[in-house]
């Protein structure tokens, strides 16, 4: 017994030594963070940094490019190397030897920018695919890459790393989750100075600027700051996550329970034969609010019976059903085609081919909203498309109220408070070096254009500082048009915030991209993203790559001057020349005299001035240009085709 006793005490040793061996040898590897991996894109012709982890006192040694480079790991088990400045190219592998040894295949020295903002800069190319299928068809291009930073927020501590992530390069495979700006910035810079670049975007829907803010930044804005050390209670915002997660669920389960939709399990409203003959009608598309259904939330039944020509038959089709407020769900002769959760994304339901068949079809849309007015949006592709034959689907359809609700009060974003994605997404960058920044943000913000006017340049200062690499180029696209045109001059918080936007490029090294002429009225996320994307890079041609021969920008609004009933502006980046574009006259001018009530204005080109005047108005004081949410139709531009950008000269 005693012989077996001590067996067993020597095998749990060796058990015990063997495991702690184990253990040290697996700590002592080398481990890496997530940006620097397989087909990264270091910036060229800078100091770069290397770094990662492993047991204190580590000898690290790095063979890249013909040189090496040691060092030891410090006592909190981080190191860092600073690879010499680089010339563009590659590709090359590095190879990092500790107790382990890694080798990181296929780098490419370039320039590197980070992307970032809310959905207009997460937007995808796959959201575009239609606009651009020639495009996605040929994309192919190594030397083009992207790293999505994963979304994460942290209210305690700056990040050290990311938690997934990798570098992927241009091809017919990777394009769809390239995100679109991002993209077609990168394109137009290696098409004119063939250098790889690297995007790291690092963007979060809905967000508003303070949460991409570091702490440091934050106490300029007191009230910010306390709401950010709120929420490191972890605590707290498990309490919040919770009852929003409870709320929501219990307000879609009552719904379902109460929709009369379903409450017939062998006869749904979406079945082909169900009787639809007492539904009523309305034309479409149409928010339902709009035509009768007054205050209604929940749900709303839509129903259309189309005739199929036998030739659209057997073939794969596609149902666009524009864009639904707020979800839906598409049945097509009873059977389930798709649904989409929320309502900004394009309705693009794919058809199996063997569905449709010839004559009478049956579309059923089941449409859920939760708050505001319900319904189809305006001015979007609503048809069925087999072939080369298309089926218009606007116009009459039947419909019948599933149920009404009470409105679901909105959900408290937690990754949209301040200090959290600066932490979670960009304090894990900063040791990354960079060529500069794409920034397209400020929808959310909309609510308060006057304090914006700080957090903006306060965010760009902020990044440099915890960059440490001088005051790189950052550049931004200012809002574009959106929602419906007015008949006269009005005020506009999109107006202000576009001006919040224009007075930031007095922030050293900065430049703008107009963009009030490529919005949709109907759409917060306009689908050309390639004009947004060409206008991004002409200002990184000016302020990163300093070509001064490169007309960069449309007219930005100088000074004025009063001269009897008239009064005479002068721009800015004229370029070539002031044009109206299209020809006609010039639009969306509006002037006001001592009582401050603006019209609509007379306006002329003379003399690469603008002269603006009404017959009405004897004393004028201040003049207005695309002071909208929509200044759709707004024409003043330069020669070289940029939009000028909105203004007023009455700014108190």
């Known amino acids: 017994m005693c012989i077996k006793l001590i067996g067993r005490i020597k095998l749990n040793i060796l058990i015990f030594v063997f495991s702690f061996f184990i253990s040290v040898t697996t700590s002592g590897e080398v481990r890496l963070p997530k940006l620097i991996s397989d087909g ?42 600073n690879l010499s400045k680089i010339k563009a190219g ?33 937007l995808p190319m796959k959201r575009v695919e239609d606009l651009y299928e020639d495009e996605i068809d040929h994309a192919e291009n190594p030397f083009i890459r992207q790293f999505l930073v994963p979304e994460r927020y942290d209210f305690n501590v700056p990040g050290k790393d990311l938690e997934s992530g990798k570098w992927e390069s241009v091809n017919p495979k990777n394009i769809l989750h390239f995100r679109a700006t991002g993209y077609f910035f990168a394109k137009a810079l290696y098409e004119k100075y063939q250098v790889p670049i690297g995007l790291i975007n690092a963007s979060v829907g809905g967000t508003p600027i303070d949460a991409w803010l ?84 929940g749900v709303v039944w839509f129903r259309k019976e189309i005739d199929v020509p036998a030739s659209m038959t057997g073939k794969p089709a596609r149902l666009f059903m524009g864009r639904i407020v707020d979800s839906d769900s598409v049945y097509i002769n009873g059977k389930f085609i798709g649904t989409i959760s929320y309502q900004y994304p394009p309705r693009k339901y794919d058809v199996p081919k063997d569905l449709l068949k010839a004559g009478k079809n049956i579309i059923v849309v089941r449409i859920v909203n939760n708050i505001g007015k319900g319904g189809f949006v305006k001015d979007k592709p609503y048809k069925l498309i087999a072939g080369e034959e298309t089926i218009d689907l606007k116009g009459k359809w039947q419909y019948k109220l599933g149920t009404e609700m009470e409105p ?37 913000d909309t609510y308060r254009p006057f304090k914006y006017r700080k957090l903006f340049p306060a965010l760009i200062n902020d990044w440099r500082r915890k960059w440490n690499q001088g005051e790189f180029p950052f550049l931004f696209v200012q809002l574009a048009n959106f929602m419906e045109g007015k008949d006269q001059p009005s005020e506009s918080n999109w107006a202000l915030l576009r001006e919040a936007q224009l007075k930031t490029l007095s922030v050293s090294n900065t430049g703008m991209a ?11 996320h306009p689908l050309n993203k390639e004009d947004v994307g060409k206008r991004l890079a002409l200002a990184a041609f000016k302020v990163a790559y ?34 109206i574009k299209g020809g006609g006259k010039l639009k969306y001018f509006a002037i006001c005299g001592p009582d401050r009530k603006f019209i609509w204005a007379n306006a002329k080109i003379e003399d690469n001035k603008v002269i603006v005047w009404n017959d009405n108005i004897d004393g004028p004081v201040a003049v207005r240009y695309a002071w909208a949410d929509n200044p759709e139709g707004a024409n003043l531009y330069n ?7 909105p203004f007023r000269t009455d700014d108190e």
């Open 40 to 81: 990264m894109v270091l910036q060229r012709n800078a100091e770069v940094k290397v770094w990662g982890w492993a047991t204190p006192g580590e000898k690290v040694t790095i063979n890249f490019n013909d040189k090496k480079y040691k060092t030891t790991t410090g006592k909190c088990g981080k190191w860092v190397v």
């Open 90 to 122: 590659g590709p090359y592998n590095m190879e990092i030897n500790a107790s382990n040894k890694t080798i990181i295949k296929d780098i490419l020295i370039g320039d590197v920018w980070v992307c970032s903002g809310q959905s207009n800069m997460v």
């Open 214 to 297: 570091s702490e440091d930044a934050l106490k300029e804005f007191p009230a910010s700051l306390e709401v950010a050390h709120k929420f490191r209670d972890s605590a707290y915002v498990n309490k919040i996550i919770r009852e929003d997660k409870t709320r929501n669920n219990k307000w879609y389960n009552k719904l379902k329970q109460l929709d009369r939709g379903f409450a017939n399990p062998e006869k749904t409203w979406f079945d082909p034969t169900c009787d639809a003959s007492k539904w009523h009608t309305m034309q479409l598309p149409a928010y339902w609010e709009d035509e009768g259904l007054e205050d209604v939330d």
């Open 408 to 444: 679901l009060q909105g959900t408290d974003f937690v990754q949209y408070k301040p200090l959290g994605l600066y932490n979670g997404m960009i304090a894990p960058l900063l040791n990354y070096k960079i060529k500069g920044v794409i920034w397209y943000q400020g929808e959310s």
């Open 514 to 524: 107009v963009a009030i002429d490529i919005g949709e009225w109907n759409d917060i």
């Open 546 to 579: 300093g070509d001064e021969d490169v007309i960069y920008s449309g007219p930005i609004y100088k000074c004025m001057k009063i001269k009897g009933n008239k009064i005479i502006v002068t721009f800015t980046n004229t370029g070539g020349g002031l044009i």
């Open 639 to 645: 020669k070289e085709g940029l939009p000028a950008s």
